[in-house]
T-cell receptor
Framework: LAKTTQPISMDSYEGQEVNITCSHN???????ITWYQQFPSQGPRFIIQ???TKVTNEVASLFIPADRKSSTLSLPRVSLSDTAVYYC????????????FGGGTRVLVKP | EPEVTQTPSHQVTQMGQEVILRCVPI?????FYWYRQILGQKVEFLVS????????KSEIFDDQFSVERPDGSNFTLKIRSTKLEDSAMYFC???????????????FGEGSRLTVL
């Protein structure tokens, strides 16, 4: 299992860009990095997944450098509703068919 | 948009009682999971299920826990004799596909809150 490290919390303001960096020094060659979002009392929700370079969807961008030892989730122009916990997850398990959630990064968006 | 549904949303039970939590995964999904989250703590993996059998389970998933897909649509988690420490939010999830190194997108339900008194 690739151990991940990400900030415990981050504060931001509405309209700003939020960047959350996760380090995963011993990520396996075939592993993708996946990010999930969780609002209070709700199940986690998939945001984005990538292997290398840059991936973008309607919600976020994911930047993974060539060495793949870290990844950065970028949330453009956050709103109050983006206040949530964000998890960086490599696959886990012998078959890679489960996700192991760490503590995540608690993002608080202020007005 | 298809979604994973869970019932009940909240269940209160006495210690030592059996509890069954039910989930209806998204219909074309092949992989099924149970996770739990104790209040204020992280989301913990319990078990994954594929092709009608458990493919992986955590240390939490001991003999008191079992899963079943009885009729091709429901996916259940049974706790035989609940303990106080089983109080948590239980999330069911399903995914369509899995690729080497890349678990398919997991779709989570809204959760079932279990309170053991």
């Amino acid at each position: 299992l690739a151990k991940t490290t990400q900030p415990i919390s981050m504060d931001s303001y509405e309209g700003q860009e939020v960047n959350i960096t996760c380090s995963h020094n011993n990520i396996a060659t075939n592993d993708y990095i996946t990010w999930y979002q969780q609002f209070p009392s709700q199940g986690p929700r998939f945001i984005i997944q990538g292997y290398k370079t840059k991936v973008t969807n309607e919600v976020a961008s994911l930047f993974i450098p060539a060495d793949r030892k870290s990844s950065t989730l970028s949330l453009p122009r956050v709103s109050l509703s983006d206040t949530a916990v964000y998890y960086c997850l490599p696959p886990d398990g012998a078959a890679g068919n489960k996700l192991t959630f760490g503590g995540g990064t608690r993002v608080l968006v202020k007005p | 948009e298809p979604e994973v549904t869970q019932t009940p949303s909240h269940q209160v039970t006495q210690m030592g009682q059996e509890v069954i939590l039910r989930c209806v995964p998204i219909s074309n999904h092949l992989y099924f999971y149970w996770y739990r989250q104790i209040l204020g703590q992280k989301v913990e993996f319990l078990v994954s299920f594929y092709n009608n059998e458990i493919s992986e389970k955590s240390e939490i998933f001991d003999d008191q826990f079992s899963v079943e897909r009885p009729d091709g649509s429901n996916f259940t988690l049974k706790i035989r004799s609940t303990k106080l420490e089983d109080s948590a939010m239980y999330f069911c999830a399903s995914s369509e596909a899995r690729y080497l190194g890349a678990p398919g997108e997991l779709f989570f339900g809204e959760g079932s809150r279990l309170t053991v008194l």
